[in-house]
């Protein structure tokens, strides 16, 4: 399979614990994306990585949560002292630059956050 | 006030209808726009791309207008399989934005 993935699938943590999610790209890709989704929602944009570099963060990205694309590659998304209101669904994305589909979004499965 | 505003519906409708959703978006400085399909507890997937033109796949057509900012996704001869919640998404630059989504519910 070479689309997008995510691990872990589900995650169940209890309130104030860190959790660390992580998403592998499409090989070729050198975008990468990450949103979070409640129910009833649209994807909101948390972060984005052009290669390695930080591009863009989202309003919505507290202290709490921080990204990393060391290589290019794979990226993590942690958050610290996770909260009720943390609970969503997180997904990844990830898109190639130029040509004429220049910034098609694949999603990757994304992985369920539930905060006790 | 939203970057992308969605009807969120529900659209009901029997199977062989034609069916449309509108979208609108508030900065004129867009440069892309999406329809992304998202099933129940799936992830969303790309339906087509929406072009300056028009653009036709199938039985799905997707238009835009830059100067009323809004862009809209019609499907004829609605299937069974059709039915899932449609995404609207709009890149300004360097974000995407979505909106809530319009659920189309095909009934037999």
């Known amino acids: 399979d070479t689309g997008v993935s995510q691990d872990p699938r589900h995650k169940i943590t209890k309130r104030g614990q860190n959790v660390t999610f992580r998403c592998d790209p499409i090989?070729?890709?050198?975008?990468l994306y990450w949103y979070r989704q409640t129910l009833g929602q649209g994807p909101e944009f948390l972060t984005y990585f052009q290669n390695e570099a930080q591009l863009e963060k989202s309003r919505l990205l507290s202290d709490r949560f921080s990204a990393e694309r060391p290589k290019g590659s794979f990226s993590t998304l942690e958050i610290q002292r996770t909260e009720q209101g943390d609970s969503a669904m997180y997904l990844c994305a990830s898109s190639r630059t130029g040509g004429r589909i220049t910034d098609t979004q694949y999603f990757g499965p994304g992985t369920r956050l539930t905060v006790l | 006030r939203k970057e992308v505003e969605q009807d969120p519906g529900p659209f009901n409708v029997p199977e062989g209808a034609t069916v449309a959703f509108n979208c609108t978006y508030s900065n004129s400085a867009s440069q892309s726009f999406f329809w992304y399909r998202q099933d129940c507890r799936k992830e969303p997937k790309l339906l087509m791309s929406v072009y300056s033109s028009g653009n036709e796949d199938g039985r799905f057509t997707a238009q835009l207008n830059r100067a009323s900012q809004y862009i809209s996704l019609l499907i004829r001869d609605s299937k069974l399989s059709d039915s899932a919640t449609y995404l609207c998404?709009?890149?300004?630059?360097?974000?995407?934005?979505f909106g809530t989504g319009t659920s189309l519910t095909v009934i037999p």
């Open positions: 090989s070729e890709h050198n975008r």
């Open positions: 998404v709009v890149n300004p630059g360097n974000q995407f934005y």
